[in-house]
């Protein structure tokens, strides 16, 4: 199914065509905790559960076992200031659960590395107290020594 509108075929003069769906999916991390066959997807509005199954299969050649949607309503905000409320655009979300023997885990895209700078910072922590011990002499007052 595709809402492109392409001009009508002319038979003078042949073109090559190629029928793109509007169909996409998108992998989203799922907020709470999921069993490991169970994968989260984003959808277009147009998309049902069979397109779903179909595009699966015939992409990325994985066979779920059962599909389910919903839809998720966009927040409603109010502007701060403003006399009109903005509302977010609603999402179609698919439940993708795969067989029993097969596990999904959402890739780390992002690793933490090690914070180099906590220990950086209690470094000059300590080197800032030494040199508060050195230069104390009690004939100044501590905001006229640095």
């Known amino acids: 199914m595709s809402t492109r509108w392409y001009p009508l075929y002319q038979k003078g003069n042949p073109q090559l065509r190629i029928f793109l769906p509007n169909f996409w999916l998108k992998l989203i ?17 147009e998309m049902t559960k069979f397109d779903v199954i179909n595009y699966l299969e015939k992409i990325y050649n994985v066979k779920p076992v059962d599909v389910r949607t919903r839809i998720a309503l966009g927040k409603c905000k109010k502007l701060h200031g403003r006399y009109y409320v903005i509302k977010e655009d609603d999402v179609k979300l698919a439940y993708v659960i795969l067989d ?3 596990s999904f885990t959402f890739p780390d895209l992002f690793p933490q590395k090690e914070n180099k700078t906590e220990s950086a910072l209690d470094e000059v922590k300590q080197d800032f107290k030494l040199y508060l011990k050195d230069c104390k002499e009690p004939s100044e007052p501590g905001w006229f020594r640095i």
């Open 100 to 102: 029993k023997k097969e």
């Open 29 to 45: 991390e799922p907020k709470h905790k999921q069993p490991k066959n169970v994968v989260q997807f984003e959808c277009s509005m």
